[in-house]
């Protein structure tokens, strides 16, 4: 089992930045984030696997937001840059004890409770 407790959501106005921070129980090789707006299907964000900060990302968010981590904490982060107003939705961290990082949310085993995000016109 692994808990995960997510943090660092806020409102802020277009063009801003944020830092989402999540922290796992226990080292978890691939852990990545999901958003879900209200009424939409939750949806893949970026992933990290294994020990280097290499991450992989939604085109939705590509040079805009970098996932990295740090293992010593157990800690993932997510920092979003120049946001718009599409990227209000709840972000939620998620591990999964599989080696490789996917995008399907059937995929991951471990989430989080989620923190909301508000990006404001």
């Known amino acids: 089992q692994v808990q995960l407790v997510e943090s660092g959501g806020e409102s802020v106005q277009t063009g801003g930045s944020l830092r989402l921070s999540c922290v796992a129980s226990r080292f978890v090789l691939v852990m990545g984030w999901f958003r879900q707006d209200p009424g939409k299907e939750r949806e893949f964000v970026g992933a990290?696997?294994?020990?280097?900060?290499?991450?992989n990302y939604a085109d939705s968010v590509k040079g805009r937001f970098t996932i990295s981590r740090d293992g010593a904490k157990n800690t993932v982060y997510l920092q979003m840059n120049n946001l718009k107003p599409e990227d209000t939705a709840i972000y939620y961290c998620?591990?999964?004890?599989?080696?490789?990082?996917?995008?399907?949310?059937?995929?991951?085993?471990?989430w989080g409770q989620g923190t909301q995000v508000a990006v404001s016109s």
């Open positions: 998620a591990a999964t004890d599989r080696v490789f990082w996917s995008s399907n949310r059937a995929d991951w085993t471990y």
């Open positions: 990290i696997s294994g020990r280097e900060n290499d991450g």
